[in-house]
Protein backbone atom coordinates (compact mmCIF):
# COMPACT_ATOMS: atom_id res chain seq x y z
CA UNK A 1 0.00 0.00 0.00
CA UNK A 2 3.05 2.61 1.11
CA UNK A 3 4.97 1.88 -2.09
CA UNK A 4 1.82 2.74 -3.92
CA UNK A 5 1.19 6.17 -2.92
CA UNK A 6 5.44 7.03 -2.38
CA UNK A 7 4.74 6.04 -6.34
CA UNK A 8 2.38 8.44 -6.98
CA UNK A 9 3.85 11.31 -5.25
CA UNK A 10 6.39 10.64 -7.06
CA UNK A 11 5.39 11.04 -10.01
CA UNK A 12 3.52 13.93 -9.35
CA UNK A 13 6.50 15.76 -7.99
CA UNK A 14 8.56 15.17 -10.99
CA UNK A 15 5.70 16.28 -12.99
CA UNK A 16 5.43 19.98 -11.16
CA UNK A 17 9.27 19.85 -11.51
CA UNK A 18 9.47 19.61 -15.31
CA UNK A 19 6.79 22.24 -15.69
CA UNK A 20 7.77 24.91 -18.00
CA UNK A 21 5.06 27.26 -18.86
CA UNK A 22 5.27 30.97 -17.41
CA UNK A 23 2.91 29.91 -14.44
CA UNK A 24 5.50 27.19 -13.15
CA UNK A 25 7.29 29.84 -10.97
CA UNK A 26 4.34 30.42 -8.63
CA UNK A 27 4.28 28.22 -5.31
CA UNK A 28 0.80 26.81 -5.19
CA UNK A 29 0.44 27.02 -1.12
CA UNK A 30 -3.91 27.25 -0.87
CA UNK A 31 -5.54 25.90 2.21
CA UNK A 32 -6.91 22.15 2.20
CA UNK A 33 -10.08 21.54 4.10
CA UNK A 34 -10.41 17.54 3.60
CA UNK A 35 -13.90 16.43 4.89
CA UNK A 36 -14.52 12.73 5.06
CA UNK A 37 -17.88 10.72 6.27
CA UNK A 38 -19.47 7.40 7.25
CA UNK A 39 -22.87 8.38 5.68
CA UNK A 40 -26.37 7.61 7.60
CA UNK A 41 -26.91 3.71 7.31
CA UNK A 42 -30.31 2.71 6.16
CA UNK A 43 -31.69 -0.59 5.97
CA UNK A 44 -33.69 -2.20 3.35
CA UNK A 45 -35.89 -5.05 3.21
CA UNK A 46 -38.14 -4.80 0.05
CA UNK A 47 -35.94 -7.30 -2.29
CA UNK A 48 -35.90 -11.08 -2.54
CA UNK A 49 -32.75 -13.13 -2.52
CA UNK A 50 -32.62 -13.38 -6.09
CA UNK A 51 -32.69 -10.10 -6.59
CA UNK A 52 -30.20 -9.25 -3.91
CA UNK A 53 -28.22 -12.20 -5.37
CA UNK A 54 -28.17 -11.11 -8.82
CA UNK A 55 -27.39 -7.06 -7.60
CA UNK A 56 -24.38 -8.77 -5.16
CA UNK A 57 -22.95 -10.61 -8.56
CA UNK A 58 -22.71 -7.15 -10.59
CA UNK A 59 -20.63 -5.97 -7.57
CA UNK A 60 -18.97 -8.74 -7.78
CA UNK A 61 -19.29 -9.80 -3.74
CA UNK A 62 -21.57 -12.36 -4.58
CA UNK A 63 -19.55 -15.80 -5.95
CA UNK A 64 -21.17 -17.51 -8.57
CA UNK A 65 -23.69 -20.33 -7.12
CA UNK A 66 -24.25 -18.90 -4.08
CA UNK A 67 -27.44 -17.01 -3.08
CA UNK A 68 -27.59 -13.74 -1.28
CA UNK A 69 -29.79 -13.16 1.66
CA UNK A 70 -28.31 -9.81 2.56
CA UNK A 71 -26.31 -7.34 1.12
CA UNK A 72 -24.33 -4.36 2.58
CA UNK A 73 -23.18 -1.61 0.02
CA UNK A 74 -22.01 1.36 0.05
CA UNK A 75 -21.02 4.02 -2.21
CA UNK A 76 -17.44 5.67 -1.96
CA UNK A 77 -16.95 9.33 -3.32
CA UNK A 78 -14.75 11.95 -3.94
CA UNK A 79 -15.49 15.50 -4.88
CA UNK A 80 -13.15 18.69 -5.02
CA UNK A 81 -14.17 22.05 -5.32
CA UNK A 82 -11.95 24.97 -5.70
CA UNK A 83 -11.91 29.42 -5.47
CA UNK A 84 -9.06 30.75 -7.44
CA UNK A 85 -7.54 33.95 -8.03
CA UNK A 86 -5.98 35.46 -11.34
CA UNK A 87 -2.14 36.68 -10.95
CA UNK A 88 -0.68 38.51 -13.81
CA UNK A 89 2.65 37.79 -14.67
CA UNK A 90 5.84 38.94 -16.38
CA UNK A 91 4.57 37.47 -19.43
CA UNK A 92 1.81 39.75 -19.37
CA UNK A 93 -0.81 37.32 -19.01
CA UNK A 94 -3.07 35.26 -16.22
CA UNK A 95 -2.48 32.80 -13.69
CA UNK A 96 -5.11 31.03 -12.35
CA UNK A 97 -3.66 30.10 -8.62
CA UNK A 98 -6.14 28.15 -6.33
CA UNK A 99 -6.71 30.02 -2.96
CA UNK A 100 -8.81 27.42 -1.16
CA UNK A 101 -10.13 23.54 -2.12
CA UNK A 102 -12.47 21.82 -0.12
CA UNK A 103 -12.10 17.77 -0.98
CA UNK A 104 -14.40 15.17 -0.03
CA UNK A 105 -13.43 11.24 -0.16
CA UNK A 106 -16.24 9.23 1.86
CA UNK A 107 -18.99 7.03 1.46
CA UNK A 108 -22.75 8.09 0.38
CA UNK A 109 -26.12 5.68 0.63
CA UNK A 110 -24.50 3.01 2.84
CA UNK A 111 -27.49 0.24 3.05
CA UNK A 112 -27.64 -3.04 4.89
CA UNK A 113 -30.42 -5.12 2.30
CA UNK A 114 -32.01 -7.54 3.94
CA UNK A 115 -34.23 -10.28 2.06
CA UNK A 116 -38.03 -9.99 2.77
CA UNK A 117 -38.39 -13.57 3.07
CA UNK A 118 -36.09 -13.80 6.40
CA UNK A 119 -38.63 -13.76 9.08
CA UNK A 120 -37.94 -11.26 11.46
CA UNK A 121 -36.33 -12.38 14.91
CA UNK A 122 -35.46 -16.04 13.58
CA UNK A 123 -31.77 -17.30 14.13
CA UNK A 124 -31.05 -17.24 10.33
CA UNK A 125 -32.25 -13.39 10.64
CA UNK A 126 -30.09 -12.32 13.45
CA UNK A 127 -27.66 -14.18 11.41
CA UNK A 128 -27.57 -12.67 8.40
CA UNK A 129 -28.14 -8.79 9.97
CA UNK A 130 -25.01 -9.68 12.52
CA UNK A 131 -22.94 -10.62 9.20
CA UNK A 132 -24.50 -7.64 6.79
CA UNK A 133 -23.65 -5.04 10.12
CA UNK A 134 -19.94 -6.83 10.44
CA UNK A 135 -19.34 -5.57 6.47
CA UNK A 136 -20.44 -2.17 7.24
CA UNK A 137 -17.73 -1.98 10.53
CA UNK A 138 -15.26 -2.79 7.92
CA UNK A 139 -15.97 -0.29 5.64
CA UNK A 140 -15.74 2.29 8.58
CA UNK A 141 -12.59 0.40 9.47
CA UNK A 142 -11.06 0.72 5.82
CA UNK A 143 -12.18 4.31 6.22
CA UNK A 144 -10.65 5.77 8.89
CA UNK A 145 -7.19 3.18 8.01
CA UNK A 146 -6.38 4.94 4.56
CA UNK A 147 -7.79 8.69 5.14
CA UNK A 148 -4.56 9.75 6.30
CA UNK A 149 -2.73 8.11 3.34
CA UNK A 150 -5.07 9.94 0.98
CA UNK A 151 -5.10 12.93 3.03
CA UNK A 152 -1.08 13.08 2.46
CA UNK A 153 -1.22 12.00 -1.41
CA UNK A 154 -4.08 14.47 -2.41
CA UNK A 155 -1.99 17.36 -0.73
CA UNK A 156 0.93 16.56 -2.50
CA UNK A 157 -1.40 16.31 -6.25
CA UNK A 158 -2.80 19.77 -5.18
CA UNK A 159 0.47 21.26 -4.48
CA UNK A 160 2.43 19.77 -7.74
CA UNK A 161 -0.40 20.35 -10.03
CA UNK A 162 0.62 23.68 -11.96
CA UNK A 163 -1.32 26.96 -12.26
CA UNK A 164 -2.74 27.28 -15.05
CA UNK A 165 -2.30 30.18 -17.75
CA UNK A 166 -4.95 32.25 -19.30
CA UNK A 167 -4.65 35.06 -21.79
CA UNK A 168 -7.71 36.89 -19.89
CA UNK A 169 -9.73 36.96 -16.55
CA UNK A 170 -12.62 36.48 -18.49
CA UNK A 171 -11.57 32.67 -18.86
CA UNK A 172 -11.37 32.58 -14.98
CA UNK A 173 -14.02 30.46 -14.19
CA UNK A 174 -13.21 27.95 -17.21
CA UNK A 175 -9.47 27.57 -16.02
CA UNK A 176 -11.04 26.97 -12.21
CA UNK A 177 -13.18 23.87 -13.58
CA UNK A 178 -9.85 23.24 -15.35
CA UNK A 179 -7.90 22.90 -12.44
CA UNK A 180 -10.95 21.00 -10.48
CA UNK A 181 -10.66 18.29 -13.18
CA UNK A 182 -6.80 17.91 -12.83
CA UNK A 183 -7.19 16.98 -9.37
CA UNK A 184 -10.42 14.44 -10.13
CA UNK A 185 -7.90 13.41 -12.55
CA UNK A 186 -4.92 12.73 -10.71
CA UNK A 187 -7.14 11.48 -7.59
CA UNK A 188 -8.86 8.66 -9.55
CA UNK A 189 -6.10 5.92 -9.16
CA UNK A 190 -5.88 6.52 -5.50
CA UNK A 191 -9.60 5.92 -5.28
CA UNK A 192 -9.46 3.13 -7.28
CA UNK A 193 -6.87 1.46 -5.68
CA UNK A 194 -8.95 2.26 -2.25
CA UNK A 195 -11.69 0.55 -3.37
CA UNK A 196 -9.73 -2.49 -4.55
CA UNK A 197 -8.25 -2.75 -1.38
CA UNK A 198 -12.21 -2.23 0.38
CA UNK A 199 -13.47 -5.39 -1.21
CA UNK A 200 -10.30 -7.40 -0.92
CA UNK A 201 -10.90 -6.86 3.09
CA UNK A 202 -14.18 -7.49 2.59
CA UNK A 203 -14.11 -10.87 0.79
CA UNK A 204 -11.92 -11.85 4.32
CA UNK A 205 -15.87 -12.39 5.27
CA UNK A 206 -17.44 -13.88 2.39
CA UNK A 207 -15.89 -17.16 2.08
CA UNK A 208 -16.98 -20.77 2.31
CA UNK A 209 -15.61 -21.25 5.55
CA UNK A 210 -17.29 -18.30 7.46
CA UNK A 211 -20.67 -19.37 5.59
CA UNK A 212 -20.46 -22.82 6.90
CA UNK A 213 -19.32 -21.73 10.60
CA UNK A 214 -22.67 -18.87 10.14
CA UNK A 215 -24.88 -22.14 9.24
CA UNK A 216 -24.27 -24.37 12.24
CA UNK A 217 -24.92 -21.64 14.35
CA UNK A 218 -28.15 -21.75 13.25
CA UNK A 219 -28.40 -25.60 12.90
CA UNK A 220 -27.06 -26.03 16.48
CA UNK A 221 -29.87 -23.80 17.80
CA UNK A 222 -32.75 -25.16 15.86
CA UNK A 223 -31.23 -28.81 17.36
CA UNK A 224 -31.45 -27.49 21.15
CA UNK A 225 -34.61 -25.33 21.09
CA UNK A 226 -36.95 -27.72 18.10
Known amino acids: MKKLFFVLTFILISFRAGASDVCSEYTIAPEIKF ?22 EEYGIVEQGLFASGLALVSVTHKVSANTISMRNKAGTYCVLPVDIDVFVGYQDPVIYLSHELEYGTCEYNVVLRHEQ ?22 AIIKNTPAIEIKNKRDGDRATQDLIKAYMRQMEPLVDFFKKELLREQKKLDNHKNYQMEGDLCRRFHEEHD
Open 35 to 56: TSSYGKLRYDRTKSKIELTREG
Open 134 to 155: THQQINAAALRYFLPKLKESIE
